[in-house]
């Protein structure tokens, strides 16, 4: 009873805080919520993995072998991609891909990981979005545009923020304490605000192809548990932080695949993109409990 309990007392503030923008969302289709995202991208994010990412909540070591560990992951998630988009024909694989390999491991995996374990569960979960953040800016504009631009990364504040917090960890200092007051206020700020832009981005988000994202949608959220449980049984990874990266493998598809794709890709793909972040978000409110419920059963 007490398993059930805790998995209430972890999905309930997210998926609430989700239905709350859904909510302001239907209410008036005309909400602005570029405010929320300027906010998350240059002081939100950065924020957060400054905070998360110091040696009170995860050391150096830790930090270097997830990294790699998702590092794996996202490799596994490229392969079922290109898999997936093969079955169906897909013309453009390349452009296509990003859903499949950039997973929501900050708006939805970061508080998850974070009210399931804690702080320690937060430094793992932040070492993975990280590279997360890292992808989207490097491979996520390759995928989208075909073509390569350092200037995307070096103009991106959260890039910064993770030299900071590598540093940081790999000479073990600590954050001084006004910084870490307010990295830590800024934190808990941008987790409310993107889990609600989340809620408002799925009342604005169409899907074009139901069959289509259904089909791509299970190689997100029900192939991706099975490939991050599989990298823990070969690389024997144990405890909590075993946890946490199952519960990231897991996570349905970033809405930042789309505001990129938007940007360097065709309408047609663009659209293509929106309806598997939908349909595999949605999905992803019966998926995550259950491998949260598996996680917190067998990685404590």
């Known amino acids: 009873m007490d398993l059930y309990i805790k998995l209430f007392e972890v999905l309930f503030p997210v998926f609430f805080v989700v239905g709350i923008g859904y909510y302001l969302g239907k209410k008036n289709p005309k909400i602005d919520t570029a405010f929320i995202t300027n906010f998350a991208a240059n002081v939100g994010t950065p924020a957060m993995i400054i905070y998360a990412l110091n040696p009170e909540n995860i050391s150096f070591e830790t930090f270097k072998n997830y990294f790699w560990y998702y590092t ?32 929501n491991t900050g708006n939805m995996g970061l508080p998850i990981c974070l009210f399931a374990y804690g702080t320690q569960g937060l430094g793992v979960s932040a070492s993975i979005s990280a590279l997360i953040i890292l ?48 990295t830590f206020l800024l934190m808990y700020a941008t987790i409310f605000l993107i889990l609600m832009s989340l809620g408002i981005a799925l009342t604005r988000l169409k899907v074009f192809s139901v069959k289509k994202a259904i089909f ?11 490939i991050g ?11 909590f932080a075993a946890g946490v990266l199952l519960i990231q493998c897991a996570m349905p598809s970033a809405i930042l695949n789309y505001l ?17 972040i939908v349909v595999s978000t949605l999905m992803s409110f019966i998926t995550i409990p259950l491998v949260v419920f598996f996680a ?3 990685y404590i």
């Open 72 to 103: 794996v992951a996202i490799a596994c998630f490229f392969v079922v991609g290109i898999i997936f988009l093969f079955l169906q024909n897909t013309k453009d694989i390349i452009r296509e891909l990003p859903p499949f390999v950039m997973p």
């Open 135 to 182: 992808c989207h800016f490097t491979l996520g504009v390759f995928l989208a545009a075909r073509k390569f631009n350092i200037s995307v990364i070096t103009k991106s504040p959260p890039f910064y923020a993770i030299i900071i917090s590598v540093i940081l960890l790999y000479y073990n200092l600590s954050l001084p304490v006004f910084v870490e007051n307010t």
């Open 216 to 226: 791509s949608s299970i190689g997100r959220v029900i192939l991706g548990p099975i």
């Open 229 to 239: 449980y599989l990298i823990i049984l070969y690389f024997e990874l144990e405890g």
């Open 260 to 276: 990129v794709g938007s940007i360097y890709s065709p309408k047609k793909i663009v659209d293509n993109i929106a309806s598997m």
């Open 296 to 298: 917190l059963k067998h």
